[in-house]
């Protein structure tokens, strides 16, 4: 069955340090999603692209965030400058053109802001 | 924006009990989802259910979007049946983007 895949599990890095998470959603699909899920709360949407361009956006996504397709399958999302407080799980998740309603969540990039 | 509440908050069972989960939102929406994150992170989504009944194994799910709340019934449940549950509502104002509810954590003793 076709999944969302989500590179790396795990990111570590120094505060001020850019970051980028990678994700490749499911092969027909053609919306593309980003949330985030601060340990022990719940999950809140950042952004949702569409036709290479942002169709949504929360008033997390600052000015520090990015969203880039940059080929056929991969969808990232840049952090230009960490802060402590975007340590949390990033989830990027996926649906198709006929049922953008149904999302299909990768398995997550925990990033650790040190 | 929206509300999504959920309840219980926690919710503590023995192996092979049923149990119902709630969630109540504050608006009309066009799409519900119920999601299962596993002791792992991982986010399962379980039913997109804006309205009406649907069941999977022992799982099921029913919708009564003019009362705006939706249950998900486990039955039988199972130690894998433990983890976080979530409802996420969305749809409206032309949005499909979902708003999560906080969950209710369970946890399934053998």
């Known amino acids: 069955e076709p999944e969302v895949t989500q590179t790396p599990s795990h990111q570590v890095t120094q505060m001020g340090q850019e970051v980028i998470l990678r994700c490749v959603p499911i092969s027909n699909h053609l919306y593309f999603y980003w949330y985030r899920q601060i340990l022990g709360q719940k999950v809140e949407f950042l952004v949702s692209?569409?036709?290479?361009?942002?169709?949504?956006k929360s008033e997390i996504f600052d000015d520090q965030f990015s969203v880039e397709r940059p080929d056929g399958s991969n969808f990232t999302l840049k952090i230009r400058s960490t802060k402590l407080e975007d340590s949390a799980m990033y989830f990027c998740?996926?649906?198709?053109?006929?049922?953008?309603?149904?999302?299909?969540f990768g398995p997550g990039t925990r990033l650790t802001v040190l | 924006g929206i509300q999504v509440e959920q309840s219980p908050p926690d919710l503590i069972l023995q192996e092979g009990a049923n149990s119902t989960l709630r969630c109540n939102f504050s608006d009309s929406v066009n799409n519900l989802q119920w999601f299962h994150q596993n002791p792992w992170g991982q986010l399962i989504n379980l039913f997109y259910i804006p309205s009406g009944t649907k069941q999977n194994g022992r799982l099921s799910a029913t919708t009564v979007a003019t009362e705006r709340y939706s249950l998900l019934y486990i039955s039988s449940s199972q130690t894998t049946d433990s983890g976080v549950y979530f409802c996420a509502v969305g749809g409206t104002g032309g949005s499909y983007i979902p708003t999560f509810g906080r969950g209710t954590s369970l946890i399934v003793h053998p």
């Open positions: 998740a996926s649906s198709d053109a006929g049922r953008a309603d149904t999302q299909y």
């Open positions: 692209f569409y036709n290479n361009e942002i169709s949504e």
